[in-house]
Nanobody, 119 residues
Framework: QVQLVESGGGLVQAGGSLRLSCAASARSFSGVIMGWFRQAPGKERQFLARIRWSDGSPYYDDSVNGRFTLSRDNAKNTVYLQMNRLKVEDTAVYYC????????????WGQGTQVTVSS
């Protein structure tokens, strides 16, 4: 079982930056894949990026590649999503999620954090 708590959302102007945090608690992080998603009003949940806990290797969706960066702090059991050059269309609720398999559905979800980008 993994418990996830996101933080760091807020209001920012277009072109600005935010860093989201996902603090995780679990018996073991062996094999854990941490992902970030977002959901805008009236839209489906969108995958953004994921990071493999064991080696920190990231993968990004094309929609955010080059603007968003994943990192993790093993000592704090926290994954970060640095978001730069934000756009109005990045406005959404952002969620982190976890799974214990290399592939497959994410089984554990945080409560989400709101990101609003103003023009």
């Amino acid at each position: 079982q993994v418990q996830l708590v996101e933080s760091g959302g807020g209001l920012v102007q277009a072109g600005g930056s935010l860093r989201l945090s996902c603090a995780a608690s679990a018996r073991s992080f062996s094999g854990v894949i941490m992902g970030w998603f977002r959901q805008a009003p009236g839209k489906e949940r969108q995958f953004l990026a994921r990071i493999r806990w064991s080696d920190g290797s990231p993968y990004y969706d094309d929609s955010v590649n080059g603007r968003f960066t994943l990192s993790r702090d093993n000592a704090k059991n926290t994954v970060y999503l640095q978001m730069n050059r934000l756009k109005v269309e990045d406005t959404a609720v952002y969620y982190c999620a976890a799974r214990y398999r290399e592939y497959g559905p994410y089984m554990h979800w945080g409560q989400g954090t709101q990101v609003t980008v103003s023009s």
